[in-house]
């Protein structure tokens, strides 16, 4: 997670945490260049010893070279004295130089080796003294002739070229210690600006986050007073209540729809809104929800009964959530008055029950209507046939005509009577439904209404369906004949398909006939409507009316798409049932 997205306390942390590395880290890199700056200066010091040192044992030789020749010379006890106590004094300064190398092995040995040459000095130095005392002439002699004169120049070269080395060690160890101490004066100066760097960014975060903070509490609060404008307009009542059921808001349209004002009720138990019993309940169903979380309300819904300020009871839609603000455990209710949605139920209810009446009523009187309207049809279609077979030599032309228009209209009589029981037991008499192979079906029926040879119907592979048989004959039949009865082409043309759509089964009806205009694809569905003039035409206007009430009644739906001269295409649709395909 990218560190602008942690909580503000977290961002702090995270920057003293920072700041703590970097001072420890600089600390301990400091203390390092520290303690080399010390070591460094503390070899500069002791080479600086070392040197002063070497210069003074060496000042204290040539001092007991200085005393004896003057006690040669003159013979006084004061050159001796002097002698005796510069010669003390190399000796002290070699004891002090062998102190100060003890922790240097190669310097403790150069050291050796000068306080031998030293005392090689010394013995040579005591030998001229002795002869002094046999012999001062001679020893005089000595002392001009030089005697030993080269083995204090060779001693005072080394002791020069020690110096000389711890000198250069003096120099190399000053030059460090200033490189460190200037090291150290930017590790401090790193430090700072480090730390200041570091406490910039802390201080940036806090001021973010107060900003960020401020910003929220902005949007928190313009957020409230939307949500409060949305809760205060919503239609529906809104009650919030605690986890003891006391009213924490109370929203305008609650006020309307129970008649309170919402300080009359903030802060008491929303059972108040309650009649009995589920007034004297509500704090137990509460209470029990709170240790167990059983739902009976929240998350489902229900209707309910509410009680009003003036007492008056009315139904009412419940939906109730619940959230959590903090530890605090929140209810909301969503309320809404279906009085009239209740009353129109009923009224609803009472219309469907007069309709459903009507219908049976009217399907009662269609069927026996045909019934009766058959005996006496079959008696005028029996004298017709008579007449115009036993007196048709008595007929002129137009009396000839008159009778065959007269058993055209009785056979289109009997078609309508026998369309008209077809379609008033559509729904009211059932055989059941079973799986019916479309194949075969499709198959039988072009057989039955026997097609001219200048026909061809094509049926592509069609699905097994769950469906009444006599049903699902009388659909297909309808749409074929229909088809078959209009085609004007020489060569006809009739196919029949079905593919798998979203909604089912998609079945298609397709010729290559007239067609029908567009103004005219809703009232060919209509009861006894026909495009054709009744008398030069046997429909009846029930076929496509039956074909529709057939498909609407398993759940389906039909239309058509049709160019004039065109042909015409017949869709519609049926659920698919799991069990078939």
């Known amino acids: 997670m990218p560190v602008k997205q942690l909580p503000l306390a977290r961002q702090v942390l995270i920057g003293f945490g920072l ?24 070899d500069a010091v002791f080479h600086a010893q070392v040197v002063a040192s070497l210069e003074r044992a060496l000042s204290r030789m040539y001092e007991v070279e200085a005393a004896q020749r003057g006690y040669l010379f003159t013979g006084t006890q004061p050159f001796l004295t002097q002698r005796a106590s510069a010669l003390d004094a190399t000796r002290a300064e070699l004891d002090e130089l062998r102190r100060l190398a003890a922790g240097d092995p190669q310097l403790r040995l150069r050291l050796d080796q000068l306080a031998q040459q030293v005392d090689a000095r010394m013995q040579r130095l005591d030998q001229v003294l002795a002869t002094y005392a046999a012999q001062p002439a001679e020893a005089r002699e000595l002392l001009i002739a030089g005697f030993g004169r080269s083995e204090m120049d060779a001693l005072g070269r080394d002791v020069i070229a020690l110096a000389s080395e711890q000198q250069a060690m003096l120099r ?47 949007a928190l609060a313009a957020s409230q ?11 529906d009542a809104i009650i919030v209540i605690d986890d003891q059921g006391q009213i924490e808001r109370f929203n305008r349209a ?69 959230t959590r603000v903090g530890a605090q455990l929140l209810f909301t209710g969503l309320i809404r008055d279906i009085s009239e949605r209740k009353a129109a139920e009923s009224r609803q209810a009472a219309l469907m029950h007069d309709l459903k009446a009507a219908n049976e009523e009217l399907s009662n009187f269609a069927y026996v209507a045909s019934h009766d309207l058959k005996a006496p049809l079959r008696g005028i279609g029996s004298l017709a046939h008579w007449l115009s077979t036993d007196y048709a030599e008595r007929f002129d032309a137009e009396g ?8 055209s209209r009785v056979k289109r009589m009997d078609r309508l009577i026998d369309g008209i029981l077809q379609y008033s037991r ?37 699905p097994t369906i769950e469906m009444e048989r006599t049903r699902a004959q009388q659909l297909f039949q309808n749409l074929l004949s229909n088809a078959i009865q209009y085609m004007d082409k020489p060569r006809g043309e009739i196919r029949v398909d079905c593919r798998l759509a979203d909604a089912g089964w998609h079945f298609r009806v397709s010729d290559n006939g007239p067609g029908i205009e567009r103004r005219h694809w809703e009232r060919v569905f209509q009861l006894f409507q026909s495009l054709t003039k009744r008398n030069s035409s046997e429909s009846t206007g029930i076929g496509l009316s039956l074909v529709k009430k057939i498909v609407e009644m398993h759940g389906g739906r039909i239309w058509l798409e049709s160019e004039p001269g065109q042909g015409c295409t017949f869709h519609f649709t049926l659920p698919r049932s799991e069990s078939c395909t």
């Open 19 to 42: 700041a703590v590395v970097v001072l420890v880290g600089i600390s301990m890199l400091s203390w390092r260049t520290t303690e080399r700056f010390m070591r460094t200066s503390r």
């Open 172 to 218: 190399a160890n000053s030059d460090a210690a200033g490189e460190e101490r200037s090291r150290v004066f930017a590790i401090f100066a790193a430090a700072v600006v480090a730390l200041s760097g570091v406490l910039l960014l802390i201080l940036r975060m806090i001021l973010r986050g107060i900003d960020e903070r401020q910003r929220a509490h902005a």
């Open 225 to 235: 007073a939307r949500l409060d404008a949305i809760v205060d307009t919503a239609l």
């Open 254 to 322: 609650a006020e309307r729809m129970f008649g309170y004002a919402a300080n009359e009720v903030v802060g008491r138990n929303v059972s108040m809104l309650m009649p009995s019993p589920d007034r004297e309940s509500h704090d137990g169903h509460l209470e029990r929800y709170r240790r167990t979380g059983e739902r009976r309300i929240v998350g489902i819904g229900r209707e309910v009964t509410a009680l009003r300020k003036d007492g008056s009871r009315f139904p009412a839609d419940l939906a109730v959530g619940e």
């Open 400 to 407: 000839r005509e008159q009778m065959s228009l007269l058993l």
């Open 426 to 462: 559509v729904g009211r008499v059932k055989e059941g439904a079973a799986p019916v192979d479309l194949n075969a079906l499709v198959a039988e029926t072009v057989d039955l209404l026997a097609p001219p040879p200048n026909m061809s119907v094509t049926v592509e592979p069609l």
